[in-house]
């Protein structure tokens, strides 16, 4: 049975689903939704909310509740994502799970409320500082809030590191019918908790740290964390594709974006034009292959972003040079629809 | 035989890597007999700063874990919501607790988070080479007050204790001080107790610890011991500021 659900309140249920058992915010529009919610079921449910005094406080609460083994979460939008970038390096680091949820508004500066996609850059690139990468997953629809919350977990503890759900103020405030599906709650096996500090009876005490001042040690952290890394690449990319074996122009989109241009590769191919769409939904890891095979000459692509263009590099870098890669993009809270599209696909 | 004297089962035997006359060693020990003598080694987390005592996972004999600069109080209380009945404790300097983590400072003692902090007070940063701290005197020369903190460019010293103490989350605060043995044991009974609050759930319980920086003070041991009875304690008067 569906349940008519607005986006940021998918999002809480998926983590309660998953068995989060602490979450630490602050408020920021818009998603308002998420510590209000959080605040009460949390709650009724015997678990850990706390309104913290900053986002900076917020991640690092995380960061404590994580070094003891215990789902955790925070979320925000991007001027307070910004903000918790210090705890997101220290977590990658330290090599701890947590989950983030990024409920995307406009920028740059305080910018404002509306939906955008502008920290692309910011979620795939590593807006902290040091050699790491982030799991980041881009939900397109409510369903895809509640999914993604759940599966975030999981992922975040098999690799020991922060995953971040990229969504935006469109998806977070958009309703929904959504099906909340019984899961079993996910624990980690007693070999995968060799790490946890909770306090040192029957075992030698332990430190989680990020500072390695010995010769070569953070050197020979950094490529144990590459190691991490290339796994997660071989394994977790996901995306989602519709129609590109026969198409002529394959428009490549995420999150709120990919919505879009679903609908308008449906309207275009009802008029006759061969329009595919390329989804990435996992946005590091990268669909590179993917897109890479898709790119075969006397092809066009065309990336659509609600922004100036961030993703684009990325399907440029995987396109590369085979195919003419264009762009079209709206910064700044601005929607692009169906019109817009196809007045971009007929110019190519 | 009877034992009289041993190093605390809660300190490693590692070297201190600490300089000659700095005070962190002496309250490194005070904590771990504190601990030991409580029986809650084996359920202690610590958390450690960014700063001179970030090493102290090599000498604590329990879990420790280290949170960005200034933000041990946050990392704490993430800890302790989720372990309630283990015993969470942040060791921090004037920069981590007083300037750059200001706001955890606050609002973990408002929110009264079951926690202790034992805050170490040397007037400067130790780690980065000797820099005003929040806690630096009037007049007092540092690697960024060469010519002495001056108040209308660098503003006065902040007093912790004193701005905590009007918080209705707060159990306890005291100054204490580490350059003389009378002054160690009166420390030990203030950092116990700071304990054993956390354990009877008071609440946020912080010691405030006046230590000597030699090194980057310009000084002797010696000489920063008398520095610390004759200037330092004048400006941070020794006491119980606040003990519900």
Same mark, same amino acid.
């Given at each position: 049975?569906?349940?008519?659900?607005?986006?940021?309140?998918?999002?809480?249920?998926g983590?309660?689903?998953?068995?989060?058992?602490a979450?630490?915010? =602050?408020?920021?529009?818009?998603?308002?939704?998420?510590?209000a !919610?959080?605040?009460?079921?949390?709650?009724?449910?015997?678990?850990?909310?706390?309104?913290?005094?900053?986002?900076?406080?917020?991640?690092n609460?995380?960061?404590?509740?994580?070094?003891?083994?215990?789902?955790?979460?925070?979320?925000?939008?991007?001027?307070?994502?910004?903000? /918790?970038?210090?705890?997101?390096?220290?977590?990658?680091?330290?090599?701890?799970?947590?989950?983030?949820a990024?409920?995307?508004?406009?920028?740059?500066?305080?910018?404002?409320?509306?939906?955008s996609?502008?920290? =692309?850059?910011?979620?795939?690139?590593?807006?902290? !500082?040091g050699d790491?990468r982030?799991?980041?997953l881009?939900p397109?629809?409510?369903q895809?809030?509640?999914d993604?919350?759940?599966?975030?977990?999981?992922?975040?503890?098999?690799?020991?590191?922060?995953?971040?759900?990229?969504?935006?103020?469109?998806?977070?405030?958009?309703? $929904?019918?959504? $099906?909340?599906?019984? !899961?079993?709650?996910?624990?980690?096996?007693?070999?995968?908790?060799?790490?946890?500090?909770?306090?040192?009876a029957?075992?030698?005490?332990?430190?989680?740290?990020?500072?390695?001042?010995?010769?070569?040690?953070?050197?020979? !952290?950094?490529?144990?964390?590459?190691?991490? =890394?290339?796994r997660?690449?071989?394994?977790?990319?996901r995306?989602e594709?519709?129609?590109?074996?026969?198409?002529?122009?394959?428009?490549?989109?995420?999150?709120?974006?990919?919505?879009?241009?679903?609908?308008?590769?449906?309207t275009?191919?009802?008029?006759?034009?061969?329009?595919?769409?390329?989804?990435?939904?996992?946005?590091?890891?990268?669909?590179?292959a993917?897109?890479?095979a898709?790119?075969?000459p006397?092809r /066009?692509?065309l990336?659509?972003e609600?922004?100036?263009?961030?993703?684009?590099?990325?399907?440029?870098?995987?396109?590369?040079?085979?195919?003419?890669?264009?762009?079209?993009?709206r910064?700044?809270g601005?929607?692009?629809?169906?019109?817009?599209?196809?007045?971009?696909?007929?110019?190519? | 035989?009877?034992?009289?004297?041993?190093?605390?089962?809660?300190?490693?035997?590692?070297?201190?890597l600490?300089?000659?006359g700095?005070?962190?060693?002496?309250?490194?020990?005070?904590?771990?007999?504190?601990?030991?003598?409580l029986? @809650?080694?084996?359920?202690?987390?610590?958390?450690?700063?960014?700063?001179?005592?970030?090493?102290?996972?090599?000498y604590? %004999? *329990?879990?420790?874990?280290?949170?960005?600069?200034?933000?041990? #109080?946050? @990392?704490?209380?993430?800890?302790?919501?989720?372990? #309630?009945?283990?015993?969470? *404790?942040t060791?921090?300097?004037?920069?981590?607790?007083?300037?750059?983590?200001?706001a955890?400072?606050?609002?973990?003692?408002?929110?009264?988070?079951?926690?202790?902090?034992?805050?170490v007070?040397?007037?400067?940063?130790?780690?980065?080479?000797?820099?005003?701290?929040?806690?630096?005197?009037i007049?007092?020369?540092t690697?960024?007050?060469?010519?002495?903190?001056? &108040?209308?460019?660098?503003?006065?010293p902040?007093?912790l204790?004193?701005?905590?103490a009007?918080?209705k989350?707060?159990?306890?605060?005291?100054? @204490?001080?580490?350059? %003389?043995?009378?002054?160690?044991?009166?420390?030990?009974?203030?950092?116990?107790? &700071?304990?054993?609050?956390?354990?009877?759930?008071?609440? *946020?319980?912080l @010691?405030?610890?006046?230590?000597?920086? #030699?090194v980057?003070?310009?000084?002797?041991?010696?000489?920063?011991?008398?520095w610390?009875?004759?200037?330092f304690?004048?400006?941070?008067?020794?006491?119980? *500021?606040?003990?519900?």
């Amino acid at each position: 049975m569906k349940t008519l659900l607005k986006g940021n309140i998918a999002l809480c249920e998926g983590a309660i689903a998953a068995g989060c058992k602490a979450y630490f915010g =602050y408020p920021i529009t818009p998603q308002n939704e998420v510590p209000a !919610h959080m605040s009460r079921r949390m709650v009724e449910l015997g678990r850990v909310f706390i309104q913290a005094e900053s986002e900076l406080a917020a991640i690092n609460m995380v960061l404590g509740a994580s070094v003891t083994g215990t789902r955790a979460m925070t979320s925000s939008s991007s001027p307070g994502i910004s903000l /918790k970038q210090e705890g997101i390096s220290y977590l990658c680091g330290c090599e701890l799970p947590a989950v983030i949820a990024n409920i995307q508004r406009g920028g740059p500066g305080l910018g404002n409320i509306s939906g955008s996609q502008g920290d =692309y850059f910011q979620a795939t690139k590593g807006g902290g !500082h040091g050699d790491y990468r982030m799991i980041v997953l881009a939900p397109d629809s409510v369903q895809e809030m509640y999914d993604f919350a759940f599966q975030a977990f999981g992922l975040a503890e098999k690799y020991r590191t922060p995953v971040m759900i990229l969504s935006d103020g469109v998806v977070g405030q958009m309703m $929904e019918p959504t $099906e909340l599906t019984t !899961h079993c709650e996910q624990t980690l096996p007693a070999e995968s908790r060799n790490w946890i500090l909770d306090g040192c009876a029957n075992r030698k005490p332990r430190a989680v740290k990020s500072l390695m001042m010995a010769d070569g040690a953070l050197e020979q !952290h950094n490529w144990d964390l590459k190691k991490k =890394y290339d796994r997660i690449e071989a394994n977790e990319v996901r995306c989602e594709t519709v129609n590109i074996d026969d198409a002529d122009i394959i428009l490549v989109a995420f999150g709120i974006t990919a919505r879009i241009a679903k609908s308008t590769a449906r309207t275009a191919r009802s008029r006759g034009l061969k329009i595919g769409v390329i989804r990435p939904v996992t946005l590091w890891p990268f669909p590179t292959a993917i897109i890479a095979a898709a790119a075969k000459p006397g092809r /066009k692509f065309l990336v659509a972003e609600l922004n100036m263009g961030q993703m684009v590099e990325d399907v440029k870098l995987a396109v590369n040079g085979q195919c003419p890669v264009s762009f079209i993009g709206r910064p700044g809270g601005g929607i692009l629809d169906d019109d817009a599209l196809l007045k971009k696909i007929a110019e190519l | 035989m009877k034992k009289i004297f041993s190093r605390p089962e809660s300190l490693t035997p590692a070297p201190h890597l600490y300089c000659a006359g700095c005070g962190h060693g002496i309250i490194h020990r005070l904590v771990a007999e504190s601990i030991d003598e409580l029986g @809650v080694r084996e359920k202690t987390i610590a958390v450690a700063p960014v700063g001179c005592a970030v090493f102290a996972y090599d000498y604590f %004999n *329990f879990d420790v874990t280290e949170a960005p600069h200034g933000r041990p #109080p946050a @990392v704490a209380t993430g800890i302790k919501r989720v372990l #309630p009945d283990r015993i969470v *404790f942040t060791y921090q300097g004037d920069g981590d607790i007083a300037a750059i983590g200001t706001a955890e400072t606050i609002h973990a003692a408002n929110r009264g988070e079951n926690i202790t902090v034992i805050f170490v007070n040397n007037a400067n940063y130790g780690m980065t080479g000797g820099q005003m701290a929040p806690t630096t005197l009037i007049g007092q020369k540092t690697a960024t007050t060469p010519f002495g903190r001056d &108040a209308k460019r660098d503003g006065y010293p902040l007093h912790l204790c004193e701005l905590l103490a009007t918080l209705k989350g707060v159990a306890y605060l005291e100054r @204490v001080t580490v350059y %003389n043995p009378k002054h160690i044991f009166n420390a030990k009974r203030a950092i116990k107790k &700071a304990f054993q609050n956390q354990i009877d759930g008071k609440g *946020f319980s912080l @010691v405030e610890v006046i230590s000597q920086c #030699p090194v980057d003070w310009g000084m002797t041991p010696l000489d920063s011991v008398a520095w610390v009875k004759d200037v330092f304690i004048k400006e941070f008067p020794l006491g119980v *500021f606040k003990d519900i």
